[in-house]
């Protein structure tokens, strides 16, 4: 099992950067494959970028050119590179690990226009 923590989010202006990090525990964070999701109030949570544990990534259309995802297994943390954000990136994004199902508590995107 891996239990999950992120930050790195806040408040940004349309067309600006934040950079989340998913810090993990335990010593399976290598074995996980890893995906970012968000939740917009009043919508499901989906999901934006995963990576395998060999490093392939996947995004969701909405996010693809901008979001980067990338991770560091002797960090045991996951990454999320937001760039060019709108004002839709608004939501709030969690970490899961797909192999064993935790999530993180989430942390706030918003941005404004």
């Known amino acids: 099992q891996v239990q999950l923590v992120e930050s790195g989010g806040g408040l940004v202006q349309a067309g600006g950067s934040l950079r989340l990090s998913c810090a993990a525990s335990?010593?399976?964070?290598?074995?996980?494959?890893m995906g970012w999701y968000r939740q917009a109030p009043g919508k499901q949570r989906e999901l934006v970028a995963s990576?395998?544990?060999?490093?392939?990534?996947s995004y969701a259309d909405s996010v693809r050119g901008r979001f980067t995802i990338s991770r560091d297994n002797a960090k045991n943390t996951v990454f999320l590179q937001m760039n060019s954000l709108k004002p839709e990136d608004t939501a709030v994004y969690y970490c899961?690990?797909?192999?064993?199902?935790?999530w993180g508590q989430g942390t706030q995107v918003t941005v404004s226009s």
């Open positions: 899961k690990s797909l192999l064993f199902g935790s």
């Open positions: 335990g010593s399976a964070f290598s074995r996980s494959a």
């Open positions: 990576i395998t544990t060999g490093g392939s990534t």
